[in-house]
């Protein structure tokens, strides 16, 4: 008889890990999966893709209808589940309803971070994290709108790129001193800018936002330096925080994220967590291949194999058009390592690659990423790269090439 197993969460850590599980133990378990947005899991990855019009809406969704009924998987969406009891071992539904479990994965996600500053609950305030508020930034946003971007991340720069190729006149507000300070160094954030502001998008770094100003809806956004900006909307993108207050309420144990060993186990047995609310050794991921990493090692695990998580490697890609951008691993180096730089601002060209003891420990691209992933599974795998160290950062085809001796060489050997 199958064991039951509950997912609470149907964002795409819940849908890769029952995907992973089907085809690794199908017909072990009976799956049922719980979701508060009222649709099946999609891709939120191209959000700011259909922002800016380039992917339709109906092209998100990660697997249709008929494949999790096909898996035998039981899918509630547009419901939340309110509490988990341990003892007798039920996850409970805001429906009213029970669900039975001998497994239980949280994959909760996190939501956005809304600053605690004056006026953020003024109409015309829209985070930007789901389908919902694309529609929200439709509905308020039109063409020369001004439009002001709280955050100069990852996400907020794809949010205003997406809303200027909708015709707005878009300002970004970053607090730090530079774009994408967790993923670039400054030469790459330097370069960015400059790719940014040639779109049309103002960029305002070392600005701190202290209030959002309007009576019956956001009518400006105010800086601690005394500048105001007119704005018609505010989209805010600077962070996310773990949805860790069910399991919290519950009595599993909490710090930022949910606590999971080397198992994704938290300290409740047969309770495990994936994705942007699981903390593992201190680190909360938030981001996609994190946790498609954590679904698939716990549906090994759950298929009874032996896999065990050992953290991730971090890589960022930014999804703006005509700006092509790669980072992964130590980027800024620590000492002990070295850099390998090659940069040519005049065709908006940058590579630095970072090592360390004659492994690849960091990497940046801008301008040419097409050897990102190749870069990236070297970082993954700790590879000797002393072999073709001095023509690494020229890519792929040439280091390969230049580490493999000659036949000459090799008789004269």
Known sequence: MSEPLVVVGNGMAAARFVDELSARALGRYSVAVVGDEPRLAYNRVLLSSVLAGEVVSGELELKPRGWYERQGITLSFGCSATSIDRHNRVV???????????????ATGSRPIRPPIPGMDLPGVITFRNIG???????????????????????????????????????VVHLMERLMERQLDRCAARMLRQAIERMGIEVLVNAETTAIIGQRGVEG????????????????????????????QSGIRVRRGIVVDDNLESAVADIYAIGECAEHRGICYGLVEPAYEQGRVLADRLAGRDAHYSGSVVATNL?????????????????????????????????KLVTTDGRLTGAVLFGDTAD????????????????MRDDLVFGRALAERAAVPSPDARLAA
């Open 92 to 106: 409970r539904l805001a429906d009213g309803r029970s669900l039975s479990y001998s497994k239980l994965v949280l």
């Open 372 to 387: 990102g992933l190749w870069y990236l599974e070297l970082i993954r795998s700790g590879a000797n790269i002393e072999p």
């Open 133 to 171: 508020d694309i529609w929200s930034i439709w509905h308020r946003v039109g063409s020369g709108d001004r439009v002001v971007v709280i955050g100069g991340g990852l996400l907020g720069l794809e949010a205003a790129y997406g809303v200027a190729k909708s015709g707005a006149h878009v300002t």
């Open 221 to 248: 956004v105010q800086l601690k330096d005394g500048r105001l900006i007119e704005a018609a909307a505010v989209v805010v993108s600077i962070g996310i925080s773990p949805n860790v207050e069910f399991a919290r």
């Open 319 to 351: 999804k703006v058009s005509g700006v092509n951008l790669f980072s992964a691993g130590d980027l800024l180096g620590n000492p002990g390592t070295e850099e390998i730089v090659l940069s040519d601002p005049g065709i908006g060209l940058y590579k």
